[in-house]
């Protein structure tokens, strides 16, 4: 099974400036990072703290926002989309 990994623009130095990646051979989100990690040394630490995604960052399969379901609803198939999107904050 392959995934689509859409990489933001601050993060894409790891990824050797490839805003996608895939990763095979993932059945949960973890095991996509744990992929990037392995494929981009480095990257895990801009992802991931104390063990918990970064507050500061969305992550979304396909167009469902992962933070809002539930764990047993993230399921990864084949062909599946994951993007990492950094919050944006600021204005008047």
Known sequence: MTVTVHIPEPLQKWTKNQATV?????ISIDDVIDSLEWEHPGIKDK?????EIRKYLNIFLNDED???MKDEDIRLNDGDSVFIIPSIAGGN
């Open 22 to 26: 895939e990763v095979a051979d993932v």
């Open 66 to 68: 992962i933070e809002f």
């Open 47 to 51: 992802l991931v703290e104390n063990g």
